[in-house]
């Protein structure tokens, strides 16, 4: 007998006929004797139509009464979860957040949970009954209503299964499980069993938009095991473990993730002294631009040339800033190209393997693919080329390092 | 300066727009000086799709849950007033029934409020800022989410209003006032300016549906005056106060009241001893049929006729039990119709004015109205016509007692 934290999405729950196929899976482990606590979002659309309603009233509501507003839609999800699961004979009752006691700071739209009362759930899951909550919501100090900001149901769920000390936090989605790299780009694309929390986080900050990267974040400090499951199909998902897992079935690379939403900068031919890096990047960071990689080159006649990308959409801003820099800093040219993206390949097993670089970059030149920037952290290689080589990029890599489904490629 | 506590129906916040014209109300009423506890419905049309998703779930809900689902309806409408209020530079606040601490019984769905705090209303209204609660629901000992059931938001209004010591209750709506009669059956029907609570009391339970009879109760007990306006006309609608109307404005009758949806059984013949009226009443009342009006003519030869009124939609099965009740009493006939219908007279008036009695019965004679039953207490008349003759029966009682909005006609 196990405590379970599920979570179900607003796909999940989107329908009442959805509701339903949620109340036999969630009946379905009670009856096994399990112990469970079910968290679930607002039916997909509602959110949209309440924010809907706030713009017609104002295109800057305030956070407080949005957050009264949007709370509303996982309040109707859980009365008709517990309604669905009493039809079916089990004892299931309702709790929104300031009813189980979510307590979070006071940043409206964007709260952070602080604190979770399980007195209330406890008393539920002993009498035998299902605890159903409503996710994505919590109450500051004040005794208002907050939420904590899209996609924090998944959240919501990682906090409980922490508060509580849960066997397992089950996050049901409309994907089964985490693959090595998306499908729809790669066809041979493989559903891990197993990857480690460090390499979840690498693939989600990469694009594969699985997992809200907080509640990943909050399940490794927390050492909450977190599984990613289907709502609609069978199977075991994947599982995202503390646990190393054995050199046996540690591959050297697991998965591999892109970025299209990239665009790189250079300041080419600046005097190679020391704080130059700090002059260049306060600015942009004052712009509120996000800076990901950056790459200074090997300095030869005392100067230097300085790259960095940023999001797709802060391109023009961030290459104006730069070419009012290249006059100020004395450098050569700024210049710039939006038509990158960013391919990484992530892997626990890199820290053990010698040459997975050297084997990457041969890779790509087998394929006449010119590499215009490179980082490594322990886990991760990620390169930039130009975005139409993106998909020849990573199937190459894809079969070249055995992640294929069917025959190991090598 | 008063306070004033404002109560806002689903009609009145059934859009955006007649959100953002409440708004403009309230506004009028902060700028002149006034604190304001504005209460309000769910959006028209709201209740009734939260009951559809829960009735695509199951036949039987479970109220605990229901009113988790139905309460979110009111907590949307206080997040967008108040929205619409901090666009338009007013101080404004929502509260749903838990933060505002209206406390109830247990009893889902029709619970009845039996404690309000003040404290924090009074800490936004001493702030200078408008209180904005959410109507029709409030929190058990449980911590559990309750409601008042339909057209309990008018109670939450009366209630706050106690609570606080409000200068006036104001309850917005739909009519611009209390009529003398359904404007619909008599057009020279005509507004009044005050009423007291016990003809409001008459009038309300007699089928002139404008305010939720328990409100009226509540506010006749705490002694909260209450006013009914229009949401959309300009005007100062009903009054309807304790005092004691000036004996210049207090016409004999105030107001008369009719009721389509009844039916009368009528027992003949039955023998005329103690305790036979109990006999009769105790399993119509087992069958949780309610019994209205009861008439039971003097006695001739030792029997009597015992007549009887129900509700409309309970007349076959009173029937039913009539005909079992007439072999085991010995009676002669048990008989009844549903074509009939109530007109009542209501007014103060009639404690110190002898002669309304006698002077309604020639007004239907004169129409060749036959009477079929009569009852009548301290303020009201009661008699059952037959249905056909409603209008012409209330329109020549309206003229008579000098009602008409324009000239009196007698």
């Excluded at 989107?14 to 112990?35: L, N, T, Y």
């Excluded at 309603?53 to 859980?78: C, F, H, N, W, Y």
């Excluded at 699985?210 to 199977?235: C, D, H, N, T, W």
């Amino acid at each position: 007998m196990a405590l379970y934290v599920q979570k179900y999405g607003g796909t999940s729950v989107g329908s009442i006929e959805r509701i339903e196929a949620v109340a036999d899976k969630v009946k379905s482990f009670h009856d096994a004797g399990h112990q469970l606590v079910v968290a679930v979002s607002a039916m997909s659309g509602e959110t949209n139509r309440l924010i809907g309603l706030a713009k017609g009233i104002s295109d800057s509501p305030t956070p407080r009464e949005m957050d009264v507003l949007v709370s509303t839609g996982e309040q109707v999800t859980i009365a008709l979860l517990a309604m669905a699961l009493q039809k079916r004979g089990v004892n299931a009752r309702s709790f929104t957040g300031w009813q189980v006691g979510i307590k979070t700071d006071s940043a409206y739209m964007k709260a952070r949970i602080e604190d979770i009362d399980t007195q209330a759930m406890r008393k539920q899951l002993d009498a035998g009954g299902v605890v159903i909550v409503a996710g994505f919501q919590g109450i500051d100090d004040d005794n208002s209503i907050t939420t904590l900001g899209r996609g924090g149901s998944d959240t919501t769920g990682v906090a409980l299964a922490a508060a509580l000390g849960a066997d397992e936090c089950q996050i049901y989605t409309d994907v089964d499980g985490v693959y090595t790299t998306d499908p729809r780009v790669v066809p041979a694309a493989r559903r891990m069993d197993k990857v480690t929390f460090e390499e979840m986080l690498e693939m989600a900050s990469l694009g594969s938009k699985i997992l809200q990267i907080r509640s990943v974040e909050f399940a490794g400090k927390y050492k909450v095991p977190l599984r990613v499951l289907s709502s609609f199909k069978e199977g075991n998902g994947t599982l995202i473990t503390m646990e190393e897992i054995s050199s046996v079935e540690n591959p050297v690379i697991s998965g591999i993730a892109f970025n299209r939403d990239e665009a790189k900068l250079t300041l080419k031919g600046v005097p190679d002294v020391p704080g130059v890096a700090s002059r260049i990047l306060v600015p942009i960071s004052d712009a509120n631009i996000e800076v990901d990689m950056i790459v200074q080159n090997v300095s030869e006649d005392g100067t230097t040339d300085f790259t960095f990308t940023v999001n797709r959409s802060d391109y023009q801003k961030a290459l104006k800033i730069l070419g009012n820099l290249s006059q100020e800093l004395n450098a050569r040219e700024a210049t710039g190209t939006d038509d990158i993206c960013k391919v990484s390949m992530v892997g626990v097993g890199m820290r053990s393997h010698a040459g997975v670089a050297s084997k990457m970059f041969k890779v790509l030149a087998d394929e006449n693919i010119n590499i215009l920037a490179i980082t490594t952290s322990e886990i991760k290689i990620s390169v930039v080329i130009a975005e139409k080589y993106l998909e020849l990029a990573v199937r190459a890599l894809h079969t070249a390092f055995g992640l294929d489904a069917e025959e190991q490629a090598e």
